[in-house]
């Protein structure tokens, strides 16, 4: 049985998770991040016709067809994997995924979209693979670290969320050069610390991130919703009211949310 997490601190972690891509400088194409947010929107209920189920399963049916003849055709597995989140059939997206990543290994967004879609089918040993098989290549992917540390969490494994951070970190910093944002992986370390209620280590984690740059608002914002549980509200507010002006325009929203909380 997987630990659920309040609505609040989900909410919380996927607008960490965006805002580290957005700030880390990764390549993200639209159309994988479009169906990574189809993934978040899998829990819920969305009214869909019988014509247009028939609809998509005829299309899928017709791609399966293609797929049995050319197994590795583009344009059928991207189609058949578009039906599939639009079903929201996630179990049904593994297959087309998993072929989209093996063709595509310097993309590591489709393994890391596997990786998800493995967890919501909660085949968390699937999951942990796809992560692992991304990190193996590109071991500072901040996707591919978060994937894996919300797994972790989720099977109430804080100290290994803890480790293969803190081990990326030890590694990171003893590069001379280095193009890794540190403060995306502490915003990370950040968030387990708070998640195991480790509130001094947040909190002190978050004072240094803030520190090395003054034009973050993530940890403001994260400090903020650590103070918010330790009931210091008038100190959570001013924080959230700075990381509010500090905020690009797309994320102004959801601070704004935090401070009427």
């Known amino acids: 049985m997987q630990n659920k997490r309040s609505p609040w601190m989900s909410i919380v ?51 399966q067809k293609v797929l049995l003849r050319e197994p590795e055709n583009e344009t059928a597995l991207r189609e058949l994997l578009n039906i599939r989140l639009k079903q929201q059939d996630l179990a049904g997206a593994i297959a087309p995924l998993s072929t989209l990543a093996k063709i595509h290994p310097t993309q590591p967004e489709y393994g890391i979209l596997l990786g998800q879609a493995k967890q919501y089918s909660e085949d968390n040993e ?49 590069k001379e050069e280095s193009n890794v944002d540190l403060g995306s992986i502490k915003l990370l370390l950040g968030e387990v610390y708070t998640e195991t209620q480790k ?32 009931e210091k509200t008038e100190e959570a507010k001013s924080l959230l009211e700075s990381a509010y002006e500090l905020a690009p325009a797309e994320f102004k929203d959801q601070v704004k949310g935090a401070i009427s909380n």
């Open 13 to 63: 972690l996927g607008l960490m998770l965006f805002s580290l891509i957005i700030f880390s400088g990764l390549p993200l194409v639209n159309s994988i991040f479009q169906e990574n947010q189809l993934f978040s929107q899998s829990d819920s209920v969305t009214a869909i016709s019988p014509e247009q189920k028939a609809q998509w399963e005829a299309e899928a049916s017709g791609y």
């Open 126 to 174: 699937g999951a942990a693979s796809a992560y692992r098989d991304v990190l193996a290549t590109y071991p500072d992917n901040i996707m591919a670290l978060g994937g894996l540390v919300n797994l972790f969490l989720s099977q109430n494994l804080s100290e290994r969320a803890i480790a293969i951070l803190q081990n990326t970190l030890d590694r990171v910093s003893e």
């Open 199 to 230: 509130y001094t280590e947040a909190i002190n984690l978050y004072d240094e991130i803030a520190e090395a740059d003054t034009s973050d608002f993530r940890p403001l914002l994260a400090k903020a919703l650590v103070l918010q549980k330790q």
